[in-house]
């Protein structure tokens, strides 16, 4: 890790700790609500815009993909929440027709009653096309934003390995040196590993991310 780059490590750990009450809060209090419940969304809406926002100031790409995944999933069951409203509304719109119509003409033609159940036929049809592709849209955004996680984290962890290269080479470098210099700035750089690495698991038990995530950033960090 360059120096540059610590004071971000900082407060990207400052962060993790902070959100711990929104995530306590959450799998207490959110997660027993209805996937689609209004206070639900609002709620993932803003963690997500809180999440997205601190990963893009502090340079954290996989924090701010999980905000910007959270919102777009708060958004398509948000509109899925309102086309099966729409739906329902459809169907007694429909239904109240159909009634009407019976009570109406109770010795009409069977023509009329027919063309009035196609009609609600149809409306249901199309209500649950529209959920349908709402859902297939959702999970899609969903595999999207995963694929952007998994390429950020493939991406960082290629970063780790040129790092590492460096780190080697300019170990050799510093053989030539004086013993005491050298012992003295290993001992430096390990202190500082140590310190960077006990930093990087203490953020990732905060992490909320998938098995296949955190063994791919356990196994990037294990090589440092």
């Given amino acids: 890790m360059a120096v540059t ?45 809180l999440d997205a926002t601190v990963g893009s100031l502090l340079h954290d790409a996989d924090l701010e993909q999980t905000g910007v995944a959270r919102i777009e999933r708060a958004v398509e069951l948000a509109e899925a929440s309102r086309l099966d409203e729409e739906a ?17 003409a109770t010795a009409a033609p ?10 609600e036929k149809q409306a249901r049809a199309q209500a649950e096309q ?19 996680i998994d390429e950020a984290a493939d991406q960082k962890a290629q970063s780790v390995e040129k790092s590492k290269q460096s780190a080697v080479n300019r170990s050799r470098a510093a053989e030539k040196a004086e013993v005491k210099v050298a012992e003295a700035q290993l001992e430096d750089a390990s202190d500082k590993r140590s310190a960077a690495a006990g ?14 995530e955190k063994v791919k950033r356990q196994a990037a960090k294990g090589d440092l």
């Avoid at 929104?22 to 997500?48: C, H």
Wanted: charged fraction near 40%; avoid cysteine.
């Fill in 5 to 49: 780059d610590l004071p971000f490590a900082l407060l990207r750990i400052q962060y993790r700790i902070a959100r711990t009450p929104l995530q306590l809060f959450e799998s207490g209090v959110i997660s027993r609500m209805d996937t689609e419940a209004p206070r639900r969304l609002l709620f993932e809406r803003a963690f997500g815009s």
């Fill in 88 to 104: 329902e509304q459809k169907r007694r719109a429909a239904a109240d027709e159909l009634r009407q119509k019976r009570d109406k």
């Fill in 110 to 119: 069977q023509q009329a009653r027919k063309e009035a159940e196609e009609r």
């Fill in 130 to 148: 529209k959920k349908r592709a709402a859902a297939e849209n959702a999970a899609k955004r969903t595999s999207q934003a995963k694929e952007r």
């Fill in 199 to 212: 930093a990087r698991a203490h953020a990732d038990k905060l992490e909320n991310f998938s098995e296949t």
